[in-house]
């Protein structure tokens, strides 16, 4: 009988926490994403974060992805805005044409930039623009977040979204484990299971 008991209240103790991870997990559905959250690491680099947003039906900007990518299956999306400023002091030469007109030449190269041009009777400029953004992402207090940020120092991300498509399947099919009253007495039991969920964990 104390072995029955025992039994009894593990099951009710396993079910109140099941429960609570399904409410948990409902209020998580849905979610409107807060506003983002500029912050500096040890090494003073600028980061931005955001709660991450779950959806069940297709949102727009998933939908123009979907078509960009021409793929049916695309369930996460994470957009990062960015701009780029700072001050460059180029190396300029001074060309002597042939007509008599002057030209001069700009050089700049440094870990992030590679620019090469000529001012004169047609100017132009080429360059390269380098850039690494690090995205992460992370749980804390049972919500999902992501976070960013750039190794170019002149680089300010200025915008972040991230939505992933949440898939519940209200079907499911395993093995169970239980205890219960066969109409008789409390008996253990073990099988295989089709269950239809209301709230999916």
């Known amino acids: ?12 103790f396993f079910t109140f926490i099941t429960i609570r991870t399904c409410f948990h997990k409902q209020r998580h559905i849905n979610v409107i994403q807060d506003s983002a959250v500029y912050w500096k690491d ?29 793929q049916k299956d695309v369930q996460e999306a994470t957009a990062i805005g960015a701009t780029a400023s700072g001050f460059l002091h180029p190396t300029v030469d001074t060309v002597y044409l042939p007509d008599s007109t002057t030209a001069y030449k700009l050089r700049f190269q440094d870990q992030w930039l590679n620019l090469n041009g000529e001012i004169g009777k047609e100017p132009v400029i080429n360059y390269r623009f380098t850039d690494s953004i690090i995205i ?66």
Request: aromatic share 12%.
């Open 136 to 201: 992460t992402a992370y749980q804390q207090h049972r919500k999902t977040y992501i976070d960013a940020y750039s190794l170019n120092p002149n680089v300010h991300l200025t915008g972040i979204t991230a939505l992933r498509m949440v898939n519940r399947q209200h079907f499911t099919i395993g093995p169970y484990a239980g205890y219960g009253w066969n109409g008789k007495a409390f008996t253990p039991s073990i099988g295989i299971s089709l269950q239809y969920s209301f709230i999916k964990f």
């Open 1 to 12: 009988m104390k072995t029955h008991i025992i039994i009894i209240i593990l099951l009710i």
């Open 42 to 70: 040890k090494y003073n680099t600028e980061h931005i974060r955001k709660m991450a947003g779950s959806i069940q039906q297709p949102s727009a900007f998933l939908n123009d992805i979907k078509n960009q990518m021409k």
